[in-house]
């Protein structure tokens, strides 16, 4: 969940920077930042813009797009770093710069994303703007590439993973506050209706809605579907206003006490069936209890207390850590966990791959992690720092803990929210001081890009097959550069 299990990410491509950092010897001027800003901007719309929509990279050779796996020319993404991901810091840039041509900018996003809005108010990964050929390249390639099992049903309702829904409606809400159009209003309230309906009773979401007959239709704690759905909710109701967000929020949270599993197993599982048990998620996300889970949602029930001042969030936790460190290896350097636990027995569990093509793969669960799939296998859980954290909390009186986080949220530095590893990987190597926005500065080049090697893996066989090697321009990576550049201007104009 959140940034630290999102481990599909992390095998399917890595990039670097090709260019080395130098140090300035003077802070660049705030005119110079704006310039590269601009230029950067008008780069990613004159060049590379489809409607207004981005993919997540492009081989500079062609410029062929790429989302999570190969575009067709007709597609954008929608999945972060992306479409929406662009708007949202396009709307911080006309906030902190005042110039209207990144507002201008954001229109076109939105645009985009209202034509490939689904009918009932969601998104899917992608637009395509010539659907008739959607199904066939699906038929061809997303469905052959087995390492990318979401993409391998056709599929044609929106989804709540990877944060596809939730970037795009976060986006229309912050656009309307500056431009109250009414074609933008229409798509802001139609996502926020869908995010409504879409919840079950308990409070749960699913993973895709309207509904399809397998796992997507399970309560989804898995890559932030829940987690995210209260976040919106809630930015909502301080947005628009109104208890119905409010409400709908709270019942998210509540559900997290409704899913927590009884002991001596009193940890949580990445998804749900209907009668609240463990529900199997993709080939190797296990029907059982989840250690990565279960840390994730130990956070998100602290942050439910600092934001609603309700101790009744932080009642299941003691139980959980105390189960997790029943599970913690103590025998093993380098990590604390394993992520899957066999039901009654507490035995780490695996995901044995064999096969090296979508027609002969095949996924087993197995207690030996010896040439085990590579999903959340080795995880680190800082229970000591877990404990002294939920100490203070529980110390505190309310009002100053949702006082704190109120006031945390109004200083949070830009970016506001991340998602996605180019967008991560930028991020972790750059920096808004003098020298970090000189470097930035310094290494675009004449176009107004960043260029960047690109390492993308096999879709057919990632892991028998060399990848492929590319130079190419990530989306993440300019929107990470832009934020950087933004922050600077903010601390020094």
Known sequence: MNTYYHLRAVFL???????????????????????????????????????????????????????????????????????????????????????????????????????????????????????????????????????????????????????????????????CKVRNEARFIEARDNALGFILRAQYPDGAWPQRYPLDEDYSAYSTFNDSVIADCISVLLEAHESIGGDVYYKAARKGMDFYLLAQLPEPQPGWAQQYTRELKPGWGRPFELDTVSAGQTLDNIQDLMRFYRITGDKKYLEPIPRALDWLERVRFKDVQG????????????????????????????FTPTYDPVGCYPYGDRISIALDALRGELKNLSESEPETVQAAYKKEQVEKALPKESWGLYLYRVLAITKDTPEGV???????????????????????????????????????????????????LKAHS
């Not at 703007?129 to 979401?150: I, L, R, V």
């Not at 507490?346 to 995901?351: A, E, F, G, L, S």
């Not at 990632?462 to 550069?481: E, L, S």
Request: proline share 7%; hydrophobic share 35%.
């Open 335 to 362: 990590y604390t966990h394993t992520y899957f636990y066999e039901a009654g027995t507490d035995r780490p569990m695996y995901v044995l791959q064999t096969g090296t093509t979508v027609d002969d793969v095949k």
């Open 13 to 175: 491509f890595s990039l670097s920077i090709v260019a080395v950092p130098l140090f300035a010897e003077s802070p660049p001027a705030p005119d110079a930042v704006r310039a590269a800003m601009h230029k950067a901007t008008a780069c990613m719309f004159d060049r590379y813009a489809n409607h207004g929509g981005f993919v997540w990279w492009y081989d500079l050779k062609d410029d062929t797009p790429y989302g999570e796996l190969k575009a067709r020319p007709s597609m954008i993404w929608v999945e972060p770093p992306s479409t929406p991901s662009v708007g949202n810091m396009l709307l911080e840039s006309y906030a902190i710069t005042g110039d209207s041509y990144y507002l201008d900018c954001a229109s076109k996003v939105a645009d985009a994303l209202i034509r490939g809005q689904h009918p009932a108010g969601g998104w899917q990964y992608y637009i395509d703007f010539e659907p008739a050929g959607t199904h066939a390249y699906w038929e061809s390639f997303f469905s052959k590439c087995w390492g990318w099992q979401e993409h391998m049903k056709w599929r044609t309702n929106c989804t709540f993973d990877d944060f596809a829904t939730s970037e795009p409606t976060r986006f229309f809400m912050r656009l």
């Open 438 to 488: 000189a470097d930035i500065l310094r290494m675009q080049d004449a176009r107004g890009l960043w260029v960047e090697e690109i390492s993308q893996l096999d879709p057919f066989s990632p892991f028998t097959a060399p990848p492929y090697k590319a130079q190419g321009y990530t989306t993440g990576g300019y929107i990470g550069r832009m934020y950087r550049m933004l922050s600077y």
